[in-house]
């Protein structure tokens, strides 16, 4: 049971520069999201899907675009890439929207990035 | 805006000795709290989650406690052990409006645990 998958593990972009982080999951889980993880900041969410076709807005959504097509994917975008995107970002997911008692997050081992 | 302050922030113990970690937030409106363990380089991985009607949960040498009216809660560690050595996050579940499901993340509670 592969879970929460992310790719690529590191990548290094020049400022201006655009990539998609990749997410799949394959345990049918309704909930997705993205958050981005900095020193001294905790993790904060990005962007977030209740369902397939189905996506809304985080705390710190300015530069990144997502998308939900399927159940099992969704990439986060990276428009024009500049220093302060400098992170980790997590993949998670949850059986539901509302993650309940059998509901938890689970995550991906993230993705770290860095942009010069 | 939801706040969530974990203390303290790093914590050093020998092996065997039982630990608590605390875990406040701002807001008593949540649907639920959740704790989680992250190993260097790695993603989360949830430990626990507690219901806001519910009071503790249990699992194996981890206990959590919620006191939702006065936004606490603590995962005691019994016995501890080397292998707990991780970064412990507690994190909220917004249960109104706008941010209704969205998880609030406190900063962590690095622990060691030597031999």
């Known amino acids: 049971n592969a879970g929460v998958t992310q790719t690529p593990k590191f990548q290094v972009l020049k400022t201006g520069q655009s990539m998609t982080l990749q997410c799949a999951q394959d345990?049918?889980?309704?909930?997705m999201s993205w958050y981005r993880q900095d020193p001294g900041m905790g993790l904060r969410l990005i962007h977030y899907?209740?369902?397939?076709?189905?996506?809304d807005q985080g705390e710190v959504p300015n530069g990144y675009n997502v998308s939900r097509s399927t159940t099992e994917d969704f990439p986060l975008r990276l428009l024009s890439a500049a220093p302060s995107q400098t992170s980790v970002y997590f993949c998670?997911?949850?059986?539901?929207?509302?993650?309940?008692?059998?509901?938890?997050?689970?995550f991906g081992n993230g993705t770290r990035l860095t942009v010069t | 805006k939801q706040e969530v302050t974990q203390i303290p922030a790093a914590l050093s113990v020998p092996e065997g000795e039982n630990l608590v970690l605390n875990c406040s937030f701002t807001?008593?409106?949540?649907?639920?709290l959740q704790w989680f363990r992250q190993d260097p380089g790695k993603g989360l991985t949830s430990l626990l989650l507690?219901?806001?009607?519910?009071r503790e949960q249990t699992s194996g040498r981890l206990n959590a406690s919620l006191d939702k009216s006065s936004g606490r809660s603590t995962l005691y560690i019994a016995a501890s052990q080397p292998g707990d050595s991780a970064t412990y996050l507690c994190?909220?579940?917004?249960?109104?409006?706008?941010?209704?499901?969205?998880?609030?993340f406190g900063r962590g509670t690095q622990l060691t645990v030597w031999p």
């Open positions: 998670a997911s949850s059986l539901i929207f509302l993650p309940g008692l059998n509901s938890p997050l689970h």
């Open positions: 345990m049918n889980h309704e909930y």
């Open positions: 899907s209740v369902g397939a076709g189905i996506t």
């Open positions: 807001d008593s409106a949540i649907y639920n």
């Open positions: 507690i219901q806001s009607s519910q």
């Open positions: 994190a909220v579940s917004a249960d109104r409006g706008s941010t209704l499901g969205r998880l609030y």
